[in-house]
């Protein structure tokens, strides 16, 4: 986990740095990087629900001869198909919300590169 | 004033707007290399990066063609919404790991991507690296190749029926393809995503007021279904395994095929930052609702409203409902032209994208050329020229059998998905595995295609492909990574 690794780290820094880092500067990293943590969980949350919409939006679970009954001016099936979509929309939405998209790629976090 | 009439003021006025926007880019231009021609030098806004990405993404295709499918098809081509939205959502798998390594390494098209990842490092590249880029780079040009003819065709036609005639259908694919490559040429893609946004606005205000009309003329949702129940009972049915199979294999296909559209990834390399890509991505999740669902209902709509047309003239649903709807006058006929203003808006917006990663893949790509060469964008503006001059005559033949390969758009890029969705992920993944698997896939997809079998129970040949081509990268990598490891422990011994 994110912050268990940055809690690792303690050691190196205080071993590199001239100063001892302040106890304030150490709580905040640890609590960023718990937010972090629990943002990239939520986000896989979310994926996941995704991923279960999409099979409950394909009615091969239902009878093909069932008789018509019309939900929200739809056929039942297309009515729970298309709430699926609804639910795709706005749970990627959120995902796309909580994913922190770095602007500099750091050596040795992925992607990763051939021959390193 | 006539129908004719109004749309030819309408299609002036548009070009003229058009006109005003890329010379607006044209001073806004900060150099003259390839990352701002071609990128627009990567500082694309939300708005509009995500309107660009909502213009490129709909294609005329989506406006013209979905109607006709969901009219021949019936309530399952609900699945186009399902489709279209896993675009979006398999993005997540690619652009928060491309795009720091793409702003680090300034790329400017997908092919850096391949030449970094199989690039070895400070050593020399992988084995098999050089003819990857060439094959990932071919495979792509085919694939917006085809995509490109399909838009300069649907200009013609679309600019001779909102003119009524006025503009031949020839003088339509030439006169606007001459007008995409001025602005294209003169303000590169920050030209093309200004455009881009002003088209997805056209077309989205065109759609709503269509849709909300055929609502309204068919009494609302209940009555169109009840109607297309009647007419047509096996449009309302649950479908069948087979179809189920289909739909999910058509999901599948759309969203990781459309991932690994050049323009798409482009637009990854040409957003501001991190933020505003994931937040136009955001944005982006709610459109196929505003969209591809819309002309879905209306394709079913028109069960009701045309009756039984024929299968040969399904594709005309949506010209033949505007011609009802402008038979109304009034309103309805300022509607209709809007819409088809709005559906050539959306045809230009996929052409200009098209052209713009075409010509950058060509000077790139395939000619080896650097992004940070400054001849580079003035190579790819040669390019744009010389396609387009070679492609118009091809536009011009109504006939295009003998062009059945450039068909095979989507089956022949989804086999470049493990270059970019695997290789981001998988650190073992060799160039050489990923090569044969490339060569294994398409071969699969296209014998199977042009064998008569472009689908084996509802699953599509390119994912066929696809599946083949992954499980060459994924044993010829572990082998060849063996097999490293083997000799090195025997040179150390």
Redesign the interface.
């Known amino acids: 986990m994110a912050w268990t690794s940055s809690l690792a780290n303690w050691p190196h820094c205080l071993g590199e740095s001239a100063k001892p880092a302040r106890m304030s500067d150490i709580h905040s990293t640890v609590s960023s990087d718990r937010r972090a943590s629990s943002r990239a969980r939520m986000r896989r949350l979310l994926?996941s629900g995704?991923a279960v919409l999409?099979v409950v939006?394909?009615?091969?679970y239902?009878?093909?001869?069932?008789p018509?009954r019309?939900w929200?001016?739809?056929?039942d099936?297309?009515a729970v198909?298309?709430g699926?979509?609804?639910g795709?929309?706005?749970l990627?939405?959120?995902?796309?919300?909580l994913?922190?998209?770095?602007?500099?790629?750091?050596e040795g976090q992925?992607?990763?590169?051939?021959?390193? | 004033m006539s129908f004719g009439e109004i749309g030819t003021a309408a299609l002036v006025i548009y070009l003229l707007t058009l006109t005003g926007i890329a010379e607006v880019a044209r001073r806004a231009r900060k150099d003259t290399s390839a990352g701002d021609h071609f990128l627009a030098g990567r500082d694309l806004g939300t708005m509009v990066l995500f309107l660009t990405l909502y213009a490129t993404a709909y294609s005329g295709n989506s406006l013209l063609a979905y109607p006709g499918k969901a009219y021949s098809s019936g309530?399952s081509f609900?699945?186009s919404?399902?489709f279209m939205?896993?675009i979006?959502?398999v993005f997540?798998v690619l652009?928060?790991?491309?795009?720091?390594?793409a702003?680090?390494?300034h790329f400017v098209t997908p092919g850096d991507w391949v030449r970094?990842?199989?690039?070895?490092?400070?050593?020399s590249p992988?084995p098999g690296q050089r003819a990857l880029v060439l094959g990932v780079g071919s495979l792509m040009c085919i694939a917006l190749m085809n995509f490109l003819l399909a838009q300069l065709k649907a200009m013609g036609h679309v600019a001779s029926i909102v003119t009524d005639g006025a503009v031949p259908y020839e003088f339509g694919v030439a006169g606007l393809a001459a007008f995409i490559l001025f602005y294209e040429t003169r303000g590169g893609m920050r030209a093309v995503a200004w455009t881009d946004a002003a088209q997805a606005i056209l077309m989205l205000v065109g759609l709503s007021a269509l849709f909300a009309w055929i609502l309204d003329g068919a009494g609302?949702?209940?009555t169109?279904?009840?109607t297309v129940?009647k007419l047509r009972p096996e449009a309302?049915?649950?479908?069948?395994?087979k179809t189920?199979v289909g739909?999910?294999s058509t999901?599948a296909l759309l969203g990781l095929g459309s991932v690994v559209y050049p323009q798409a990834i482009q637009r990854i390399y040409a957003a501001r930052?991190?933020?505003t890509?994931?937040?136009s991505?955001?944005?982006m999740?709610?459109m196929?609702?505003a969209t591809t669902?819309v002309v879905t209902l209306i394709g079913i709509a028109a069960i009701g409203l045309l009756g039984d047309i024929g299968q040969r003239e399904a594709d005309e649903v949506l010209p033949l409902l505007l011609a009802s709807w402008a038979e109304s006058g009034g309103v309805g006929q300022i509607g209709a032209v809007v819409v088809f203003v709005g559906a050539l808006a959306a045809i230009m917006s996929t052409a200009d994208s098209c052209l713009l990663s075409l010509s950058a893949m060509m000077a790139g790509d395939l000619l080896g050329n650097s992004g940070s060469d400054p001849t580079t964008a003035k190579r790819g503006k040669r390019f744009a020229a010389v396609l387009l001059v070679a492609m118009i005559p091809v536009a011009f033949i109504e006939e295009l059998s003998l062009w059945r390969l450039l068909e095979l758009k989507m089956e022949l890029l989804l086999q470049c998905v493990p270059a970019f969705l695997m290789a981001?992920?998988w650190?073992a993944?060799?160039?050489d595995a990923t090569l044969a698997g490339l060569v294994v896939g398409t071969a699969l997809s296209i014998g199977l295609t042009f064998s008569g079998f472009s689908r084996i129970y509802g699953i599509h040949a390119g994912m066929l492909g696809l599946t083949l081509n992954a499980l060459v990268v994924v044993a010829g990598s572990t082998v060849m990574r063996r097999s490293i490891v083997t000799q090195s422990l025997t040179t150390q011994n």
């Open positions: 994926l995704i999409y939006s394909v009615p091969w239902r009878e093909t001869d069932a018509l019309v929200f001016g739809l056929p099936w297309v198909a298309l699926c979509y609804i795709v929309a706005v990627n939405a959120m995902a796309w919300r994913t922190d998209i770095p602007d500099q790629y750091v992925a992607p990763e590169r051939s021959g390193k | 309530f609900i699945m919404t399902g939205m896993a979006i959502v997540h652009a928060p790991k491309l795009r720091p390594i702003t680090t390494f970094h990842r199989f690039g070895g490092g400070a050593g992988e609302g949702m209940d169109v279904t009840r129940a309302v049915v649950v479908p069948d395994a189920c739909w999910f999901v930052d991190g933020r890509l994931a937040n991505f955001a944005l999740s709610f196929p609702l669902l981001i992920h650190r993944q060799r160039a």
